[in-house]
């Protein structure tokens, strides 16, 4: 028997044992070590020791944000299906010992812990859905949200974890109730639409009627203006007339001149303007003396009153 081949077995073995003292953790996550079945302590991530063959390392914990997709369905209140798509991320809640056990030794592997952690979210959200009505559940994307996370968070702290974020990718129904879904919407469109046009007209109708008025208003306005202007242009003619007139026969008066030669002038021009600017084509005058006597009579009997109530205007 060679006498070296107990020493290079000696060697060997303690090569061995040597070599698996030493543990290399990675980033981001931590080893759990037990002795003999029962937690002994945590290896942090880079190079550690640890005594061989005696010390165990139970299992290697990831303490980075992990995701998953949910697909699943619920029912409303008014028996309408929802079926959402959704996704969950999660983390370890922290990396203290206490913490870091509840994450090791909570469930017997990652599968269960997965199984549970689905199953109640779902729970939740069915839970929480079959207390509204469908039409309201699209509305509620972000209530649901919250619900989960205040229904979940000292559920999850005492498995070790932490909900960071639930979101619901996508909620639909079923073909009936999007094709019913659709027609409301359509008419309720059509039915604003409606109100609006409605509301156009009126509004359309309501600033004619008022421009239309203002117009009526401006223009009667105008009407009263002008003939105010016109009365008291007559009124400015005859009083100019009548000043005309007085001195005229005042004149005349001092010359010793009948002042019905004026009278005769003004039925004269009557007579001429009749005929430049009638629209008739024959003027019918009574040319006898006794006819021109008493139209001169009648001529002076209106300058009489003209004369008085100009005298009295002016006093």
């Given at each position: 028997m060679n006498p070296t081949l107990p020493l290079l077995t000696i060697v060997f073995l303690g090569l061995i044992v040597l070599f698996s003292s030493f543990?290399?953790?990675?980033?981001?996550?931590?080893?759990?070590?037990?002795?003999?079945?029962?937690?002994?302590?945590?290896?942090?991530?880079?190079?550690?020791?640890?005594?061989?063959?005696?010390?165990?390392?139970?299992?290697?914990?990831?303490?980075?944000?992990?995701?998953?997709?949910?697909?699943?369905?619920?029912?409303?209140?008014?028996?309408?299906k929802v079926y959402f798509k959704a996704m969950l991320l999660y983390s370890v809640l922290d990396q203290a010992e206490e913490t870091i056990k509840n994450v090791a030794f909570k469930f017997v592997d990652e599968k269960n812990l997965m199984q549970a952690l689905i199953r109640t979210i779902e729970g939740s959200i069915r839970a929480y859905v079959a207390t509204k009505r469908q039409a309201d559940?699209?509305?509620?994307?972000?209530?649901?949200?919250?619900?989960?996370?205040?229904?979940?968070?000292?559920?999850?702290?005492?498995?070790?974890?932490?909900?960071q974020d639930l979101q619901l990718?996508?909620?639909?129904?079923?073909?009936?109730?999007?094709?019913?879904?659709?027609?409301?919407?359509?008419?309720?469109?059509?039915?604003?639409?409606?109100?609006?046009?409605?509301?156009?007209?009126?509004?359309?109708?309501?600033?004619?009627?008022?421009?239309e008025g203002n117009a009526i208003k401006i223009a009667a306005e105008a009407e009263r203006q002008a003939a105010q202007l016109r009365g008291q242009g007559i009124a400015l003619f005859r009083e100019e007339v009548a000043k005309g007139m007085s001195a005229a026969a005042e004149e005349m008066h001092k010359a010793d001149i009948d002042t019905s030669v004026i009278l005769f002038t003004m039925w004269t021009e009557s007579i001429k303007h009749f005929a430049e600017n009638s629209t008739g084509n024959v003027i019918f005058l009574d040319g006898s003396v006794e006819g021109m006597e008493r139209t001169m009579k009648e001529v002076m009997s209106l300058n009489l009153l003209k004369t008085d109530h100009v005298k009295k205007t002016t006093k």
């Open positions: 543990v290399t953790v990675k980033q981001g996550t931590v080893a759990v070590i037990t002795i003999f079945g029962k937690f002994r302590r945590i290896l942090a991530p880079g190079l550690n020791l640890k005594l061989p063959l005696i010390e165990q390392i139970h299992s290697r914990v990831s303490i980075q944000n992990r995701s998953v997709e949910l697909e699943f369905q619920a029912v409303t209140i008014d028996q309408a559940v699209l509305t509620l994307r972000s209530d649901i949200v919250q619900h989960v996370k205040q229904q979940l968070d000292q559920i999850l702290e005492t498995w070790g974890y932490h909900l990718n996508d909620i639909t129904f079923d073909d009936v109730i999007l094709k019913s879904m659709s027609q409301v919407v359509a008419s309720n469109n059509l039915k604003a639409a409606a109100e609006n046009e409605g509301q156009a007209l009126l509004i359309t109708k309501t600033k004619a009627a008022e421009a």
